[in-house]
Nanobody
């Protein structure tokens, strides 16, 4: 069974940090692009970060560049998203996804048919 399990979300004050984890199982981890997508209430999904299987390069959305760092550890089938200097605009449910990332007009996403986790809530208070 394919599973992506996110953890590490929570409530933090503006300027604080959180580290999200996504543990994958049931598929060959390093055969896929792995990314983080977030969705805030009433807003469209936003591709936050992605590590590409082809060359290991990392994509970051403009809104998080310089504040978020994504890393991938194939040995334990886990990816991490270190989030620093958080603001209330970062409040969202954060999903881990695995598949073939799509980059279009500078934005990143994954298909609905790719693998998705159930998400972890990140709330940043003013």
């Amino acid at each position: 069974e394919v599973q992506l399990v996110e953890s590490g979300g929570g409530l933090v004050q503006t300027g604080g940090s959180l580290r999200l984890s996504c543990e994958a199982s049931g598929f060959t981890f390093d055969d896929y692009d792995i990314g983080w997508i977030r969705q805030a209430p009433g807003k469209e999904r936003e591709g936050v970060s992605c590590i590409f299987r082809s060359d290991g390069t990392t994509y970051y959305a403009h809104s998080v560049k310089g504040r978020f760092t994504m890393s991938r550890h194939n040995a334990n089938n886990t990816v991490y998203l270190q989030m620093d200097s958080l603001t209330p605009e970062d409040t969202a449910v954060y999903y881990c996804a695995a598949g073939s990332a799509i980059i279009s007009i500078g934005a990143m996403t994954f298909r609905e048919t790719d693998y998705w986790g159930h998400g972890t809530q990140v709330t940043v208070s003013p």
